[in-house]
């Protein structure tokens, strides 16, 4: 082989593992963006959906209240609420307070409900 096709072929080959590597990292990089986001729809889908089973549970029984945190386990982790009395500019509201956890991630949500109708 000549002088030249040596060169080539170093030269190829340093190419391949330069734009290889930059290839892995952007796959891991996507890899970690990807799982970041399906776990923060996941503990968002959890709030909502134990902050309806409570808004259910109030429906159904208007003066359901707790102080304690009550724990669920909903889509492969956990929530845990409070229902409260609260007042607010002379109102008289219920504060639902939601946290949800996934996969090492945590959000709270926080709902305030009018006091519904007696009858």
Known sequence: MGRATLIMLLGSIITFGIVNQSINTRLINSLQA?????TDA???????????????????N???????????????????????DVFFNGDSLIRVTVTSTFNNASKTLTLYLEDPPVG
């Open 34 to 38: 990807s799982v970041n986001y399906y």
């Open 42 to 60: 996941q503990t968002r889908n959890m709030n909502n959906s134990a902050a309806q089973l409570v808004i259910s549970t109030i429906a159904s």
């Open 62 to 84: 208007p003066d359901y209240r707790t102080t304690n945190a009550v724990s669920l386990d909903l889509f492969a982790g956990t929530a845990s609420y409070t229902v409260q």
